[in-house]
């Protein structure tokens, strides 16, 4: 049994200088602030007995001024654990306040971002044993804190959402073989936003009873068809691994070089380097099923009809819907290009550049943030644009924190509640941004770069003539309803399972 302390959660609300008020015996100095635990581990031990485990996690620092940072922690470490009666101790991040995001630190941030106070905390525990904790994604990882010292026990909360095998392939040398967790937080969206259950975009089995260590059933010989995947993003190479491991006869096509799709101009964004995860071990998974992948061939109707498949599962992706207020013919030109196809061309030119670069958005997805900053990074100012009254509606909170701090601190201005007016001058650097509601006009007069992420449409242009040639077609992914990465996995693995 673990006793959370940390979080903001309520016994750390007792524990905190700057929560707790009280002027009983549960309030005012460091041993009263404390006594609500080491009362309640008294009481536990006395219930439980001697040998059963009772885990203690404290807040290491919560990072709210005049709360508890890693001096504080210090001083409750060691008072806690002075009756020897907890069999270990973790210490956290954040709390249920403007810190929140810390407490399930994300990709944006490094690898173990506890450790420099874990590895200090160490030494005030009175010689109990201290449970590393945080974003210990990696095998190597947890060996190297264990190795050096810095604590007896490595914590896995979230790698083992990704991956419930994860300590036995570790075990034994597979560690290629792991789907490692994101740090993307959908898990604890799903669970605490969106109240549905555990998800995970590198699980798709995630609480299914055959989750840990899946590696589907062979189908019977007569039951086993041709397959011909189209498209080798995340969804469709989730369809291919499984399908083919299934017995089936699996042929994917794929536009680009690599599998991946969009993911791959994810993981060159800021935050976006745990994404090569997924497509690893699906590219993984897809050879050892047998899967043939033909990439760099933007397959036709006639190229798949022609393997005479017996379905076909299509993963073509979506593309971005121009807005309302660019003109037809400026849409035709391409100058104001979408998001996804302006990125690659942004991220190939690393230099600084003057004026302002704007981004409208209706996406509010997280990519489009890491868009965001990847702009910052070469224009001297960016500016977001949405008809919203604030940004990052489609970002559960955990996230949506992390992504208001690093606008604020890039200084990425965002400018809600309207929307640009397309003019002439506009070829000229001047952009319009017209009120909502007052129809008041503010000006950019340095515009450099005018994008947008926007709602988008599947591309499902191949479904009508493979169906009229007789051809069951199975759509995944953005193909299929374009949304985020969650459902790309979700729904190519349901398609590879059931096809
Ligand atoms: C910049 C960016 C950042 C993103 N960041 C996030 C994020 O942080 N989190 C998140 O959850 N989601 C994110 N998304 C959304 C997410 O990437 C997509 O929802 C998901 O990757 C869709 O996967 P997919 O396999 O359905 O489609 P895609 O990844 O679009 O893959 C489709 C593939 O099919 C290929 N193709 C199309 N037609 C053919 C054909 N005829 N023959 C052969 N190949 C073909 C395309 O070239 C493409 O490679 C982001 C998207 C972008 C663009
Ligand atoms: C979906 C989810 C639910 C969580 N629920 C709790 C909780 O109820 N109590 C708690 O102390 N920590 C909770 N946590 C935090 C984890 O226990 C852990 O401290 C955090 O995820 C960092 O560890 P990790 O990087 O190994 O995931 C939760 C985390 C996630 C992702």
New binding site residues.
């Given amino acids: 049994m673990?006793i959370?302390?940390?979080?903001g959660?309520l016994f750390h609300q007792f524990l905190s200088p700057w929560a707790n008020r009280r002027d009983d015996e549960y309030g005012g100095d460091w041993d009263r602030r404390t006594r609500i635990v080491t009362e309640l581990v008294a009481a536990l031990r006395d219930a439980c007995g001697a040998g059963f485990i009772i885990g203690l996690?404290l807040p290491g620092d919560d990072g709210i001024p005049g709360s508890i940072g890693p001096a504080e922690a210090a001083i409750i470490g060691d008072l806690v654990t002075r009756a020897r009666n907890v069999d270990y101790v973790?210490f956290?991040g954040g709390a249920h306040a403007r810190t929140l995001e810390m407490?399930?630190?994300d990709r944006h941030g490094p690898p173990m971002p506890?450790m420099h106070f874990i590895r200090e905390l160490r030494h005030h525990l009175n010689d109990v044993p201290l449970m590393a904790?945080?974003?210990?994604?990696d095998p190597a990882e947890a060996d190297g804190i264990l190795a050096r010292g810095e604590a007896s026990l490595i914590?896995?909360?979230?790698?083992?959402?990704a991956d419930p095998a994860w300590p036995n392939k570790a075990a034994a040398g597979r560690t290629w073989d792991i789907r490692y967790?994101l740090?993307c937080?959908t898990?604890?969206?799903?669970?605490?936003m969106m109240r549905v259950p555990?998800a995970c975009v590198n699980n798709p089995r995630v609480s299914r009873p055959d989750e840990v260590d899946y590696w589907p059933e062979p189908l019977p010989e007569a039951d086993r068809q041709r397959v011909v995947v189209v498209g080798a993003g995340l969804a469709g190479m989730e369809a291919a691994w499984v399908a083919a491991a299934r017995g089936h006869d699996v042929t994917v096509f794929g536009a680009s070089d690599m599998p991946g799709g969009k993911a791959l101009l994810r993981e060159k964004l800021p935050g976006g380097e745990t994404v090569s995860s997924i497509y690893d071990y699906q590219a993984v998974a897809a050879k050892r099923a047998g899967a043939v992948l033909k990439l760099g061939r933007n397959a036709n109707a006639q190229d798949i009809i022609a393997l005479q498949p017996g379905t076909v599962i299509l993963a073509t992706g979506s593309t971005m819907i121009p807005p309302d207020w660019l003109p037809d013919d400026i849409r035709a030109e391409g100058w104001v290009p979408d998001l996804r196809t302006a990125m690659p061309e942004v991220l190939r030119h690393p230099g600084q550049q003057d004026g302002t670069a704007v981004l409208y958005d209706t996406d509010h997805t997280e990519a489009t943030y890491a868009c965001a900053e990847a702009l910052r990074a070469r224009f001297a100012r960016v500016v977001i644009v949405t008809p919203r009254d604030t940004i990052a509606t489609d970002v559960q909170m955990v996230t949506r924190q992390g992504i208001l701090r690093r606008m604020a601190e890039q200084r990425i201005e965002i400018a809600t509640l309207c929307e640009p007016r397309w003019s002439d001058a506009c070829a000229e650097g001047r952009l319009e941004l017209v009120n909502m509601y007052t129809g008041n006009v503010t000006v950019i007069d340095d515009l450099a770069l005018l994008t947008y992420a926007t709602p988008r449409a599947p591309d499902d242009s191949l479904t009508a003539p493979l169906e009229a040639a007789g051809i069951r077609v199975i759509p995944v992914g953005d193909a299929r309803a374009p949304q985020e990465m969650l459902f790309a996995t979700a729904s190519g693995h349901a398609a590879g399972e059931t096809v």
């Fill in positions: 673990e959370s302390c940390g979080h959660h996690k973790s956290a407490h399930t630190p506890y904790l945080g974003r210990i994604t914590a896995l909360g979230r790698p083992l959402v967790c740090s937080n898990c604890w969206g799903a669970i605490v555990i």
